[in-house]
């Protein structure tokens, strides 16, 4: 990681697996953000799901490298895997703040809504600024109260991005393998191909 950086977005998630939406958030948020790169960080241990059944991490991040390499400004970390125990995004934005001036946390909907359950989320919220998009069931008035919220209580400072709703989700995409459905439109041709190949989320 270069410490030359100006603007680092950082989207982490399980990525289990990455599909076309992750692509589409870290494309709107580079743009309207004026980013320099986007960072995809796959979690190692994510603490919200410490109970489910998580792909292998080799196979995780090999999928994010494959979906994320035709875009020269993104990259992907293996920093999260490599940390011992749970993935704390908390952890992860005080290491990295103090390489970078200006850090956006990038996040779905869904996890922007219940951040205040993450560990410190006070954490998060002063090492980065926040972006994230409306999902079919999180609207944008939705998204403006809940960042005037953190902007009273934490300080926060969130953008909310003009990306098209999706109904896009890594657990859709689980069950339409499992149930020997084709997935191929909401995933990258490498990623799809990759899935086959290993044969990931097939009924065992």
Request: glycine share 4%.
């Amino acid at each position: 990681m270069s410490s030359q950086s100006r603007a680092w977005g950082i989207l982490g998630g399980t990525f289990d697996p990455i599909h076309l939406a992750h692509l589409q958030l870290a494309e709107c948020a580079l743009k309207e953000l004026e980013l320099d790169k986007i960072i995809f960080m796959p979690a190692a241990v994510p603490p919200h799901k410490m109970n489910k059944n998580i792909t292998d991490e080799k196979h995780r991040l090999q999928m994010t490298k494959l979906a994320a390499g035709y875009n020269s400004r993104f990259e992907v970390s293996d920093m999260e895997l490599n940390m011992k125990g749970a993935s704390y995004t908390a952890r992860t934005l005080e290491i990295l703040k103090n390489r970078h001036d200006r850090l956006v946390f990038i996040l779905g909907a869904d996890s922007y809504m219940a951040l205040e359950t993450w560990y410190k989320p006070e954490i998060i919220m002063s090492n980065a600024e926040l972006a994230c998009a409306c999902r079919d069931n999180v609207t944008y008035d939705i998204l403006a109260e809940r960042s005037r919220q953190y902007a009273l209580r934490y300080g926060a400072v969130t953008h909310i991005l003009r990306m098209p709703y999706t109904h896009i989700s890594s657990t859709g995409i689980r069950k339409l393998i499992q149930n020997g459905c084709d997935a191929s439109s909401y995933l990258p041709p490498k990623v799809y191909n990759y899935i086959r190949e290993n044969r990931l989320y097939e009924k065992i």
